[in-house]
């Protein structure tokens, strides 16, 4: 064998080392972003939650107002609920902002729910055979 082949080789795996390095890098950079992106739906989607169940509960919004003061009726939290979907156009999935907005214009207890299984699909990938009816706001017990 020649030297010239035997550098050849070796500047071959080189560089397919290189490559092999970059793409585990770029891959790995991506995986962080995405964790960082669910982390931050996550947070948002309980938030957002637990607004929607206070509007679909009113009884619920004095403890909403011990943790959010500035939200003293439901007018208040109407444009809360808003706002929060006006902010969700950055980082929901379409069927996530299609379900908001359809709680928005009606909220009712199967629109809430609706929302809150397309949150969870989006989040975890989790589906649901259950009706929606299943899914109430209301504690029974």
Do not use: H
């Not at 939290?77 to 359809?102: C, P, Y």
């Amino acid at each position: 064998m020649s030297l010239e082949f035997i550098l050849s080789v070796l500047g071959v795996i080189g560089t397919g080392g290189i490559i092999a390095t970059l793409f585990t890098y770029i891959l790995e950079k991506k995986k962080i972003v995405q964790l960082k992106e669910n982390e931050l739906k996550e947070r948002r989607y309980l938030c957002i939650l637990l607004l929607m169940y206070a509007y679909v509960n009113p009884n619920e919004l004095k403890t909403l107002k011990r943790f959010r003061p500035e939200i003293q009726n439901k007018d208040d939290l109407k444009r809360e609920l808003q706002t929060e979907w006006v902010n969700s156009w950055v980082f929901a999935g379409d069927n996530t902002i299609k379900a908001f907005k359809i709680f928005l214009e009606s909220p009712t207890e199967n629109n809430f729910a609706g929302t809150v299984l397309s949150m969870r699909k989006e989040l975890w990938n989790k589906k649901t055979k259950l009706p929606l009816s299943t899914f109430t706001a209301r504690t029974v017990l």
